[in-house]
């Protein structure tokens, strides 16, 4: 197993993810741990992480002596280049001028790290890496017993090996995705220099957050709430495989809730993993208070109230439940700053509307903070869950509130569940010819939005005079920008057709071809 020893990078959890990737077992851990925890933790290798944007200030930051006493390989990453290169005797100019960015890397000699690596050749027969780094701070002396491994135009030292200790640092960064070989790196570093075995896997994964969570909890009680979106179901299904009964799941149906969904998460967590679930049918009181109120925000911020509320009076009722746990990811705890900060817990606000308050006075199990989505998929699918489920477009927590225009309405609800089931059962069926996956799969969010105009039509021999639905399906890798779906016309037409045929009170489909900037995914 590999330790990495963390100090304070942003991106310290993408090492992490790139050692798992390479399918070996690794953790992270503060710098500064004790000697005898590193002696303990008997690594077969090391890496030294980067450090945030202001090292500068934090230079002081140090590895425990017992990394260099290990005799085991040490890789240094940026800072932790820095760190090595001091605390072995080499030379470090600090500087509180930092530029992050693009740079190509000529790489001189072999050294083990980088022999073969490379994304092109120079005239002279060097391997040129494009990479991404970090200047302003650098080594400016090789500690003895190194020598120069690669160097940039405005960094002369950007890599120093001493391979006979089997020491390597990098001042760029190998696990962001920019750096092209940075895999190819972070798996020769574990692979083969620390001769660590590729054969850990996500069922591992489940056994090791399995022991954690029991050791965590104890034989107190948790209590969680269960959303049908993707993080928490799977959150759901680890801490239930780890402690059964221990677990009670709260499910608040604010009646702005899919087709089924309710339905179906209740079958798969009660019926097929046999869990505690409380299912809460809340939508008198939440359609009740959201009567009259067309404004978004206001909107938004009645149902995060009543979500608080409701679940409150859950928690209330199972008063031995020390534990509230949350599907928290990786990417929620960087927007969030809590990288560094072990004692800051932040609420994830826009999984669970609104956010849970620290009032209830419960202790936080977030055992998916070390992972990314795609990660949380493929955990979700190794504990049994469908892979409907676990592949479903995300779905924002006010749900169908911010879907239907202006006042909500339990009539407009129906209607729009409706139809957005038929425009996604259509879209799990139509399939793409050239790459052979279904256009559910091609898009990123597709839903149908209920628009309370009515606009006339013709039925039979009868005039009608009824609402319209708009359809919105866009392609995005991070819901910042995004690109409406060209879906095919047939595809339209099939689901325009089945809707107003098969919703009574829908006359007229249109679809919305706005891209993000300057529209946003959801109408509200
Ligand atoms: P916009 O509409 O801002 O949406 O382009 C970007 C992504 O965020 C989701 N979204 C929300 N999710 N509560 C949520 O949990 C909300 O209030 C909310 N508003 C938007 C939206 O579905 C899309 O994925």
């Not at 960087?334 to 800051?344: D, F, L, M, N, R």
């Not at 729009?416 to 996604?424: G, H, S, T």
């Not at 279904?438 to 309370?452: K, N």
């Not at 689901?495 to 900037?517: A, C, M």
């Amino acid at each position: 197993k590999i330790l990495i020893l963390d100090f304070g990078s942003q991106v310290t959890q993408l090492i992490a993810r790139r050692v798992r990737e390479a399918h070996v077992y690794c953790e992270i851990h503060p710098n500064d741990v004790s000697d005898d925890f590193i002696r303990a933790f008997n690594p077969k290798g090391i890496i030294l992480s980067g450090s945030h944007a202001s090292t500068y200030e934090d230079h002081e930051l140090r590895a425990p002596q017992a990394v260099w006493d290990s005799g085991v390989p040490v890789l240094g990453i940026c800072y932790g280049m820095q760190t090595m290169a001091t605390q072995l005797g080499g030379k470090v100019e600090w500087s509180d001028h930092r530029e992050f960015g693009y740079a190509e890397v000529r790489a001189h000699g072999h050294t083990q790290l980088l022999q073969g690596i490379e994304d092109f050749n120079t005239v002279e027969g060097h391997g040129m890496l494009k990479v991404w780094m970090s200047h302003g701070d650098k080594v400016t002396g090789l500690p003895p017993g190194f020598k120069l491994m690669a160097s940039t135009p405005s960094c002369e030292i950007a890599g120093m090996a001493d391979e006979d200790r089997r020491y390597y640092a990098v001042q760029f960064h190998p696990e962001v995705t920019h750096t092209l070989q940075g895999p190819a790196i972070l798996n020769r570093f574990v692979l083969d220099i620390a001769g660590c075995k590729p054969d850990w896997v996500m069922n591992d994964y489940i056994e090791e957050a399995v022991a954690r969570i029991r050791e965590q909890v104890g034989d107190e009680e948790v209590i969680l709430g269960l959303s049908g979106g993707v993080d928490s179901s799977v959150a759901a299904a680890l801490i239930h495989r780890a402690i059964g009964d221990q677990l009670t799941c709260v499910f608040v149906d604010h009646g702005l809730l899919r087709l089924n969904e309710g339905r179906m998460v209740m079958e798969m967590f009660v019926g097929k993993l046999h869990a505690k679930v409380v299912h809460v049918d809340a939508s008198e009181q939440f359609l009740g208070h959201l009567a009259g109120v067309s404004d978004p925000e206001q909107k938004r911020k009645i149902i995060g109230r009543e979500f608080v509320e409701v679940f409150q009076a859950e928690a209330r009722k199972l008063s031995n439940a020390k534990w509230l746990a949350q599907g928290t990811i990786y990417p929620d705890v960087v927007e969030s700053g809590g990288t560094k900060t072990k004692k800051a817990v932040t609420i994830k606000s826009h999984h669970n509307v609104g956010g849970l308050p620290e009032t209830l006075g419960l202790k936080l199990l977030e055992p998916l903070r070390e992972l990314f989505k795609d990660e949380v998929r493929e955990l979700g699918v190794a504990l049994g869950l469908p892979p409907e489920m676990v592949y479903r477009h995300p779905f924002p927590g006010p749900g169908l509130g911010v879907r239907i225009l202006g006042e909500v309405k339990r009539e407009y609800a129906e209607l729009l569940r409706k139809a957005d089931a038929i425009f996604i059962e259509e879209l799990r069926a139509a399939r793409d010819t050239a790459s052979g996956k279904s256009w559910y799969d091609l898009t990123s969010q597709a839903f149908a939005v209920f628009l309370p105009v009515k606009s006339v039509g013709v039925m039979g021999d009868g005039r009608t005079y009824d609402y319209v639905v708009a359809l919105r399906a866009v392609q995005t890798t991070d819901f910042m920008t995004a690109d409406w779906a060209e879906l095919p016309y047939s595809l339209l037409k099939k689901v325009s057709g089945r809707i107003i045929n098969e919703v009574r009170g829908i006359s007229r489909v249109t679809y919305d071809v706005s891209s993000k900037p300057p529209a946003t995914i959801e109408w509200e």
